[in-house]
């Protein structure tokens, strides 16, 4: 491992986008972006359907809003994920942070979706999907 990639994921783990202003991310904005970037519904998302597709995108949505602005508690993610209980969203929370110290493509995604938050606080505006 480099140390620009180890840095990158430090910056990911640590979390300097939650260092600005007070400010949380929509979470339809995450859901569309994870939407978009997994290949999966909005649908089955938010559904008990376990495919690993499906987890990895869901860990990415918990790692979101857990980084990108004001923390959301996990009760408040597990509602926005379809219900489930704060445990299955803390649960995520750590399988996403284990993705990104491990796979470069899932913590390529979570680098373009801070990238984006980023640019878009500075902005002044929200986007509906990510841009390649």
Not at 40 to 61: C, E, W
Request: aromatic share 8%.
């Amino acid at each position: 491992m480099t140390l620009a990639w180890t840095q990158d994921l430090r910056e990911l783990v640590d979390d300097p986008a939650r260092n600005e202003a007070v400010f949380q991310v929509d979470p339809n904005l995450v859901i569309n972006w994870a939407v978009w970037e997994f290949g999966v519904s909005r649908q089955d998302l938010l559904s008990d359907r376990r495919q690993a597709m499906l987890v990895f995108a869901r860990s990415f949505v918990v790692w979101a809003l857990r980084h990108m602005g004001e923390p959301r508690s996990y009760p408040e993610i597990g509602r926005i994920l379809g219900g489930r209980n704060s445990s299955s969203a803390l649960h995520l929370h750590q399988k996403a942070l284990s993705q990104i110290r491990r796979d470069k493509g899932f913590a390529a995604i979570c680098h373009r979706m801070r990238d984006r938050f980023l640019s878009l606080r500075t902005q002044g505006g929200e986007d509906e999907r990510p841009s390649h």
